[in-house]
């Protein structure tokens, strides 16, 4: 029988519950079991709960056949539990190192009380860690020098009463909660009925004087309490099973004056939040409130008056509204920023059939929004779509789309009167998102580097970025788009708001399951690739560390080591492509395809990829084609940039294919054939199933059915097993 069971449900919470469970496995305190309680939830909640199940024979799993919330999958998790102690964990909070040793030193010192209680400290994106402002309640000797007991009830120090009545920063002896009854109900403010019940009835409390919990603050969408809903009605039914508790246990009749006074308190607090009850509806409310304080009022008490206070009322939003508005007032009065044409466009009602799409910021349309834009065409032919294209990168934009320069007149009414955005970065903060217009955030490629809050830890790779004004620019997305799981999880944390993921896979890599052996022979042909010569293209990433391209590799010599019957395409990163290492020439076997307008069209006349910490990897492997990583400044990078994935582990579903350091070892694998052999083979179809599951050719499909034309059911998936890929290029 374990010493504690930590019991952590989850509902939508797939971003975090890996840091959560993490938190708890790897306390250095190893007598516990988790219990992980999946409450039928739509994402990857489960799945990560089974993953961590594999991994640790601690972790016992329930997946709830319905949704039942918060209190009621508790009460499943209680269900199977066989620790002494009962230790609760919100799925996107996390344990400090060594609390679970802390709460157990302290639990055998005061000779296992029915509660412990300790503290807890709200975490914020941004860095700070700030402790409870009760932490003083803690300490062992109070303000006025007198020690505090070690064991006591709840009479001994009614102020702990005061707290933060949640169940989450206390430990609770399993047999005191049997004996209680003790049960969570359904409904919101389900901690209320459970908290004040186990703090009365309980005969022996301690506290611990320590940080145990990191309360995450999460930006928007963490809180379900914090939502405007008629679901904050359920206080009401809460408190009646309080009260209906101190029915059952006469002996506790003292504290039903001061529960009056604090369900008095409480409701008032629920009715006056802006966020929580809806407006309609605040007079129902505190009718219902004031006929809730005058069943419980204890005979003799004095009348606790509820009513709204003005701050909620209309007066109180036209007061809130217009605070909010005096920024946008005092730059439309500027007038500089908008333009009058803007602001005038601005006015004009949202045209339902105009969609604006951009590429790496004003670059030529490529990657998943040109893909979306074809499939809209096909589909949705209605729809018109205008792209934001930098006025010295026209003349490259494909004929035939409407093209608008940043700043234009066209720009301008454009941005103001769509109904949709699409792009892969994000639009300017000169185009402010209307209310009505959907934002669609493709990203541009599963992340190896570390991205969005993750940069906080990299300064030099951040380069002053503002992560306040990346987090407004990320409330504009209303869907974000994921090629698999994995970036799923990345992008939700790094990117807290409250957009839709849409795990529909990577339109630009929908070409690589429609293209057949004459359209890769027609791109190595455009390419001058002669038959039988093996192309290796070549895409490094980024270097933060570097201002200029420069290739990792002396390709000249590479092509040179390898021989004729191999060419070398050259791919610098698209922030450098106008800074390719060579002109349209360069040395015998190299070709520069840097401005080449298609990476995927490359990809297709590629015998093989050579990268490094570039997503290119992922896209390529839907091909089923071989992937060598060459990363000379792997350790470089890693203390610079940081990486999620440990490209040189060798481990199946975290390495593409060989890895080397070297030019010698680079040399020496296509040499030896290792670049194509077994091991290779084995370490990209691990690669494969883990990063493409979800690219099957209809990804551009899916996303224009759900965004564009509103449909609820995406398409179905093509198994993995089932897709045929472009083939390879004959040699």
């Given at each position: 029988?374990?010493?504690?069971s930590?019991?952590?449900?989850?509902y939508?919470?797939q971003?975090?519950?890996?840091?959560?469970?993490?938190?708890?496995?790897?306390?250095?305190?190893?007598?516990?079991?988790?219990?992980?309680?999946?409450?039928?939830s739509?994402?990857g909640?489960g799945e990560?709960?089974?993953?961590f199940?594999?991994?640790?024979?601690?972790v016992?799993v329930?997946h709830?056949?319905?949704n039942?919330?918060?209190?009621?999958?508790?009460n499943?998790g209680?269900?199977v539990a066989?620790?002494?102690?009962?230790?609760?964990?919100d799925s996107?909070?996390?344990?400090?190192?060594?609390?679970?040793?802390?709460?157990?030193?302290?639990?055998?010192?005061?000779?296992?009380p029915d509660v412990l209680?300790?503290?807890?400290?709200?975490t914020?994106w941004?860095?700070?860690?700030?402790r409870?402002r009760?932490?003083g309640?803690?300490?062992p000797?109070?303000?006025?020098?007198t020690?505090?007991p070690?064991v006591?009830?709840?009479?001994?120090?009614?102020?702990?009463?005061?707290?933060l009545?949640?169940?989450?920063?206390?430990?609770y002896r399993?047999?005191?909660?049997?004996k209680?009854?003790?049960?969570?109900?359904?409904?919101y403010y389900e901690?209320t009925?459970w908290?004040y019940?186990s703090?009365?009835?309980a005969?022996?409390?301690?506290?611990?004087?320590?940080?145990?919990?990191?309360?995450?603050?999460r930006?928007?969408?963490g809180n379900?309490?914090?939502?405007?809903?008629r679901?904050h009605f359920?206080?009401?039914g809460q408190?009646d099973?309080v009260?209906?508790?101190?029915?059952?246990?006469p002996?506790?009749?003292?504290?039903?004056?001061?529960?009056?006074?604090?369900?008095?308190?409480?409701?008032r607090?629920?009715g006056n939040?802006?966020?929580?009850?809806?407006p309609?509806?605040r007079?129902?409310?505190?009718g219902?409130?004031?006929?809730?304080?005058?069943?419980?009022?204890?005979?003799?008490s004095?009348?606790?008056e509820?009513?709204?206070?003005?701050?909620?009322?209309?007066?109180?939003?036209l007061?809130r509204?217009?605070?909010q508005?005096q920024?946008?007032?005092?730059?439309?009065?500027?007038?500089?920023?908008?333009?009058?044409?803007?602001?005038?466009?601005r006015?004009l009602?949202l045209?339902?059939n105009?969609?604006?799409?951009g590429s790496?910021w004003?670059?030529?349309?490529s990657?998943n929004?040109?893909?979306?834009e074809?499939?809209?065409r096909?589909?949705?032919p209605?729809?018109?779509?205008v792209?934001?294209?930098?006025n010295?990168?026209?003349?490259?934009?494909?004929?035939?789309?409407t093209v608008v320069?940043?700043?234009?007149?066209?720009?301008r009414?454009?941005?103001?009167?769509?109904?949709y955005?699409?792009?892969?970065?994000?639009?300017?903060?000169?185009?402010?998102?209307?209310?009505g217009?959907?934002h669609?955030?493709?990203?541009?490629?599963t992340?190896?580097?570390?991205m969005?809050l993750d940069?906080q830890?990299?300064?030099?790779a951040a380069?002053?970025?503002?992560?306040?004004?990346?987090?407004?620019?990320?409330d504009?997305?209303?869907?974000?788009?994921?090629?698999?799981?994995?970036?799923?999880?990345?992008?939700e944390?790094?990117?807290p708001s409250?957009?839709r993921?849409?795990?529909?896979?990577y339109?630009?890599n929908?070409?690589?399951?429609?293209?057949?052996?004459?359209?890769?022979?027609e791109?190595?042909?455009e390419?001058?690739?002669?038959?039988?010569r093996?192309?290796?293209?070549?895409?490094?990433?980024?270097?933060?560390?570097?201002?200029?391209?420069?290739?990792?590799?002396?390709?000249?010599r590479?092509?040179?080591?390898?021989g004729p019957?191999?060419?070398?395409?050259n791919?610098?990163h698209?922030?450098?492509?106008?800074?390719?290492?060579?002109?349209a020439g360069g040395?015998?076997?190299?070709?520069?395809?840097?401005r080449h307008?298609?990476?995927?069209?490359?990809a297709?006349a590629a015998?093989?990829?050579i990268?490094?910490?570039?997503?290119?990897?992922f896209?390529?492997?839907?091909?089923?084609r071989?992937?060598?990583?060459?990363?000379?400044?792997?350790?470089v990078y890693?203390?610079t940039?940081?990486?999620?994935?440990?490209?040189?582990?060798?481990?199946?579903?975290e390495?593409?294919?060989?890895a080397?350091r070297?030019?010698?070892?680079?040399?020496?694998?296509f040499?030896?054939?290792?670049?194509?052999?077994p091991?290779a083979?084995?370490l990209?179809r691990a690669f494969?199933?883990?990063f493409?599951?979800?690219?099957?050719g209809?990804?551009?499909?899916r996303?224009?059915r759900?965004?564009?034309?509103?449909?609820?059911?995406p398409?179905?998936?093509?198994?993995?097993?089932?897709?045929?890929?472009?083939p390879r290029?004959?040699?």
């Amino acid at each position: 029988m374990p010493r504690i069971s930590v019991i952590v449900p989850a509902y939508q919470v797939q971003a975090y519950l890996g840091e959560c469970l993490d938190s708890v496995l790897n306390q250095s305190f190893r007598d516990f079991e988790l219990i992980g309680v999946d409450d039928c939830s739509p994402d990857g909640s489960g799945e990560v709960f089974d993953e961590f199940a594999r991994a640790d024979d601690r972790v016992r799993v329930l997946h709830l056949p319905e949704n039942v919330g918060l209190g009621r999958a508790r009460n499943a998790g209680i269900d199977v539990a066989t620790g002494d102690y009962l230790v609760f964990l919100d799925s996107d909070d996390t344990l400090t190192p060594g609390s679970l040793q802390a709460l157990a030193d302290r639990l055998e010192q005061t000779g296992d009380p029915d509660v412990l209680v300790y503290d807890y400290a709200r975490t914020y994106w941004d860095g700070r860690v700030v402790r409870s402002r009760d932490a003083g309640l803690f300490a062992p000797v109070a303000p006025d020098g007198t020690a505090r007991p070690e064991v006591f009830g709840i009479a001994e120090r009614e102020e702990l009463l005061g707290l933060l009545m949640v169940v989450w920063n206390k430990a609770y002896r399993r047999g005191f909660v049997e004996k209680t009854g003790l049960r969570f109900p359904a409904g919101y403010y389900e901690d209320t009925p459970w908290t004040y019940p186990s703090m009365l009835a309980a005969g022996s409390i301690t506290v611990l004087d320590r940080v145990v919990v990191h309360y995450r603050q999460r930006r928007q969408g963490g809180n379900i309490l914090a939502t405007v809903s008629r679901k904050h009605f359920d206080i009401f039914g809460q408190y009646d099973l309080v009260f209906a508790f101190l029915d059952q246990h006469p002996e506790l009749d003292r504290w039903r004056p001061l529960l009056h006074r604090r369900m008095a308190e409480h409701l008032r607090t629920i009715g006056n939040h802006p966020d929580r009850v809806p407006p309609a509806d605040r007079a129902e409310f505190f009718g219902r409130a004031a006929a809730e304080e005058r069943k419980h009022r204890p005979a003799g008490s004095a009348a606790v008056e509820l009513a709204a206070d003005w701050k909620s009322g209309p007066v109180g939003r036209l007061a809130r509204t217009a605070r909010q508005a005096q920024p946008q007032v005092k730059r439309a009065v500027a007038g500089s920023v908008l333009g009058a044409y803007q602001r005038v466009q601005r006015q004009l009602p949202l045209d339902p059939n105009l969609a604006v799409f951009g590429s790496y910021w004003g670059r030529v349309p490529s990657c998943n929004p040109a893909a979306i834009e074809a499939a809209l065409r096909r589909l949705a032919p209605d729809v018109r779509s205008v792209w934001v294209v930098e006025n010295k990168r026209r003349a490259e934009a494909p004929e035939g789309l409407t093209v608008v320069g940043p700043g234009s007149r066209g720009y301008r009414e454009a941005i103001s009167r769509a109904s949709y955005f699409v792009n892969n970065v994000n639009f300017p903060d000169g185009a402010p998102k209307r209310p009505g217009t959907v934002h669609l955030q493709t990203h541009h490629g599963t992340p190896v580097k570390k991205m969005g809050l993750d940069l906080q830890e990299y300064p030099a790779a951040a380069g002053g970025l503002d992560f306040a004004k990346l987090l407004e620019r990320v409330d504009r997305w209303d869907y974000s788009l994921s090629s698999n799981r994995y970036s799923t999880l990345i992008w939700e944390r790094v990117y807290p708001s409250s957009f839709r993921t849409l795990e529909y896979g990577y339109p630009r890599n929908d070409v690589f399951y429609s293209a057949t052996a004459a359209d890769v022979a027609e791109a190595r042909a455009e390419l001058g690739i002669e038959p039988g010569r093996k192309a290796l293209l070549y895409a490094p990433t980024l270097r933060d560390y570097r201002s200029t391209y420069r290739p990792q590799l002396d390709l000249a010599r590479l092509a040179r080591r390898l021989g004729p019957d191999y060419v070398l395409l050259n791919r610098g990163h698209y922030l450098y492509d106008e800074d390719s290492a060579f002109g349209a020439g360069g040395p015998e076997g190299v070709l520069d395809v840097s401005r080449h307008p298609s990476v995927e069209r490359l990809a297709l006349a590629a015998d093989a990829l050579i990268t490094d910490y570039s997503s290119v990897m992922f896209d390529y492997a839907n091909l089923d084609r071989p992937i060598v990583v060459f990363a000379d400044d792997w350790e470089v990078y890693q203390q610079t940039r940081g990486v999620y994935l440990d490209l040189f582990s060798g481990r199946p579903g975290e390495a593409p294919g060989p890895a080397v350091r070297s030019e010698d070892e680079l040399a020496e694998l296509f040499r030896s054939g290792g670049w194509d052999g077994p091991e290779a083979a084995g370490l990209r179809r691990a690669f494969r199933e883990r990063f493409c599951a979800f690219d099957d050719g209809r990804a551009a499909e899916r996303v224009v059915r759900t965004v564009f034309l509103g449909e609820s059911e995406p398409l179905p998936f093509t198994p993995l097993a089932d897709r045929t890929p472009a083939p390879r290029p004959l040699g």
